[in-house]
Structure formats: C-alpha cells, structure tokens
C-alpha cells in the first residue's frame, strides 16, 4: 500500500524512521477522533502531517500543506489569535514536559465558505530528537459551534488580551499614586471624593485625573474605567 506521507519525509535516518512510525500509529485512529490533528516539525514551523478532516476543511492536499512551508500560518489562521496562543506554546516547549497540554482559541479559514471559524486547540509534544529535545508538537483542534456562547466570549478575551499587551507598557510607566486613582476614577469617584479618601487636595486629585487621562491616552471615563478593568484593578 502506498504511504499518503509527502515526499520530503522520506528518509532512512533514524529519526526520519521515527516520525513515519508515530504517524503511522496516528494515522491508525484519525478516522475514530471527532478533531482535526495536525503535527508540526519545530525545527521549522511547518506541517508534518494534517488528518484528512483538516485537510477537507482547509481545501488543500498534504503535500501542498507541507510545501506551504511557514505561509501555511498566514495563509489559514489569524495573526491576531497568534499573539496569545504563540508564547503559551513556546513556554510548553521550552518547559519540555511530556504530560503538558496547553490549549487556546483560534480562528481557521475555511474553505467552503470563505468565513474565519473559531476553534478550540489544545496542543503538546509529540516526539523529542536524539538530544531530548522537542521536535514535533501535535494540536488537536475542534471546532466552536458559532451559536455558542464560547464563541462570542472567546472573540472578547481576544480583544482583551490584546488591548492588555499593547497598553502594557503604559501602564508599567504609572507611578503606584497614578494606579491607585486610576483604580478609584474607574470606581466612579469624584475628585472631591478621591480627595477626602486619599488626603490629599482636591487639586492635586484633578491634576492627577488629568495626567492619567493623557498618559493612557482616554478621551472619556468609559476610557479610564476600561483600562483600569484590563489591568486588574477594579
């Protein structure tokens, strides 16, 4: 029986032996599995290996996958989920533990019908080289029902966790009086009040209002209390 295995993998080294092997024993269940899976080789970023659902879905043959090198990643996923799921994935790698599962929302292109799809992935290594190192990682990924609440939260915690990272730098250069007026505008409080609570004058507290407002950029209170809810502090 001819191997659906690309080309390029061929290889009688013993390592190349080995990952024929492992998807030898994958390829045995796919059929079984209610998920995509898909293997990566770590030492370029590209496609080992994707199950024919993946590959329906995506509308592509494996050989084509593999030879998509790293534009693969461009080509079907969105670069915006990739800021949060990447150093999740980088730090499993370089904790190097075997019965480490990480998992994050992306969303896929699909095929069919030309819409971004949302998925819930969960990845961990599959197979290390002759130094103990991680070599192929293997994702399982299902996908969202878009009626599902899932759906809707995990496109806000997108937004969140990308507000978050790019404020944070802003919010590193706040003095700790700045965080904790900025906690109390999001609270609601007035600067007379702010004040009366923090001892100080009701100029001060206005003077301080209106350097944090220029500091993290916000037009309105809606503004501050945003901020302060993404940085934990209300």
């Not at 994958?26 to 994707?50: G, R």
């Not at 990739?82 to 599962?101: C, F, M, Q, S, T």
């Not at 799809?117 to 994702?139: N, Q, R, V």
């Not at 009040?193 to 220029?214: F, G, P």
Request: net charge positive; glycine share 2%; aromatic share 8%.
């Amino acid at each position: 029986m001819k191997s659906s295995l690309p080309a390029k993998l061929k290889s009688n080294s013993p390592l190349q032996k080995k990952i024929d092997e492992k998807i030898k024993l994958l390829k045995i269940v796919e059929y079984e599995l209610p998920v995509v899976t898909i293997v990566h080789n770590l030492k370029d970023a590209t496609v080992v290996y994707m199950s024919p659902r993946g590959l329906k879905i995506l509308g592509v043959t494996l050989q084509e996958v593999v030879d998509m090198g790293q534009d693969y990643h461009s080509r079907f996923f969105n670069a915006d989920d990739a800021k949060d799921y990447v150093p999740k994935i980088l730090g499993l790698l370089e904790r190097n533990n075997d019965d480490e599962v990480v998992s994050f929302f992306q969303q896929v292109h699909h095929a069919e019908n030309n819409e971004w799809k949302w998925y819930l992935s969960c990845t961990k290594i599959f197979m290390h080289d002759e130094k103990g190192a991680p070599f192929l990682t293997i994702t399982t990924a299902t996908q969202v029902d878009a009626q599902h609440h899932i759906a809707s939260k995990a496109q806000r915690l997108l937004k969140e966790n990308n507000f978050l990272r790019a404020n944070l730098p802003v919010f590193n250069s706040l003095t700790n009086r700045e965080k904790e007026i900025l906690k109390l505008i999001g609270l609601g409080f007035s600067s007379a009040r702010m004040a009366k609570k923090l001892n100080i004058s009701e100029m001060t507290a206005t003077t301080h209002r209106r350097n944090i407002k220029k500091k993290i950029n916000a037009e309105s209170v809606y503004d501050i209390t945003r901020f302060a809810q993404a940085f934990d502090l209300i």
